[in-house]
């Protein structure tokens, strides 16, 4: 289980909007990793279109979600919200 911090919390519930970076890094290390959308939305459990449109930035991955991510691909929430990959 991830735990956050109250900084996480903050970000992500309400405070800056964090979510362009957080497309932003999501699609970047999906890229990086070599792994294609189909793949990642399978390892995830959603649809592909969904994927494409959190790695636009049309639509806002819920807290869940990232969990998951960062759970799946080994890092932490900060990680995934202040590196630049």
């Not at 309400?14 to 970047?28: E, F, H, L, Q, T």
């Not at 189909?38 to 459990?45: E, H, N, R, T």
């Not at 869940?64 to 900060?78: L, P, W």
């Amino acid at each position: 289980m991830i735990e956050l911090s109250e900084k996480d919390l903050s970000l992500i519930v309400g405070g800056d909007n964090v979510y362009p970076v957080v497309c932003k890094n999501m699609k970047n290390i999906r890229h990086q990793r070599k792994i294609t959308q189909q793949k990642m939305a399978m390892d995830m459990m959603i649809d592909q279109s969904t994927l494409s449109k959190y790695e636009s930035c049309r639509r806002n991955p819920d807290l869940n979600y990232i969990m998951q991510f960062c759970s799946t691909y080994g890092m932490t929430i900060d990680d995934l919200i202040n590196s630049h990959y």
